[in-house]
């Protein structure tokens, strides 16, 4: 009987099995980089007082974090932080007269936050008397909503609510 098996058909299909082999470990690898690329890329997003009277939103994350939503509730009430006049109803809301310059800035749906930066959410100027205490008083009477996404287009979630 004649061998079917001869050296050059023995090289030939240890080719392609070490071929296949090699392919099987690319897609992995390639597995493996990709999920390495978006957990070294996730973005952590906080709301904190800073010393110069703000309340700030912050990324301390690695990545891109692109706000989808913002809301907070202060004393049962709703704010939609997307909303340009939002700063009118939360003044109500909170019952204050202000005396100094208060500034409230608000986040349209896509506003990019990148890695180490912050944002003012209520800032005063330091001729208000008041804004130490409207900054307590919101601080303690509010609750945050924050849905965000990193670049990959993982959602992500901050709130106390």
Request: include cysteine; proline fraction near 3%; glycine fraction near 8%.
């Amino acid at each position: 009987m004649i061998s079917v098996w001869t050296a050059e058909l023995i090289t030939s299909v240890c080719a392609v099995v070490v071929a296949i082999c090699a392919l099987l470990v690319s897609i992995w690898q390639g597995y493996l980089n990709r999920k390495h690329y978006r957990l070294s890329s996730m973005p952590f997003i906080s709301v904190c007082k800073a010393p110069n009277g703000e309340l700030k939103i912050e990324n301390s994350g690695t990545g891109l974090a692109i706000l989808k939503e913002f809301t907070f509730i202060i004393n049962e009430t709703e704010f939609d932080g997307t909303d340009p006049e939002y700063w009118k109803k939360l003044h109500s809301a909170l019952g204050t007269q202000l005396t100094g310059r208060v500034d409230a800035y608000y986040f349209s749906p896509g506003t990019r936050i990148e890695s180490g930066k912050s944002f003012p959410l209520i800032a005063w100027s330091a001729n208000s008397d008041d804004g130490s205490d409207l900054l307590n008083e919101f601080t303690k009477n509010s609750k945050f909503n924050i849905v965000y996404s990193s670049m990959y287009g993982e959602d992500f979630h901050y709130g106390n609510a």
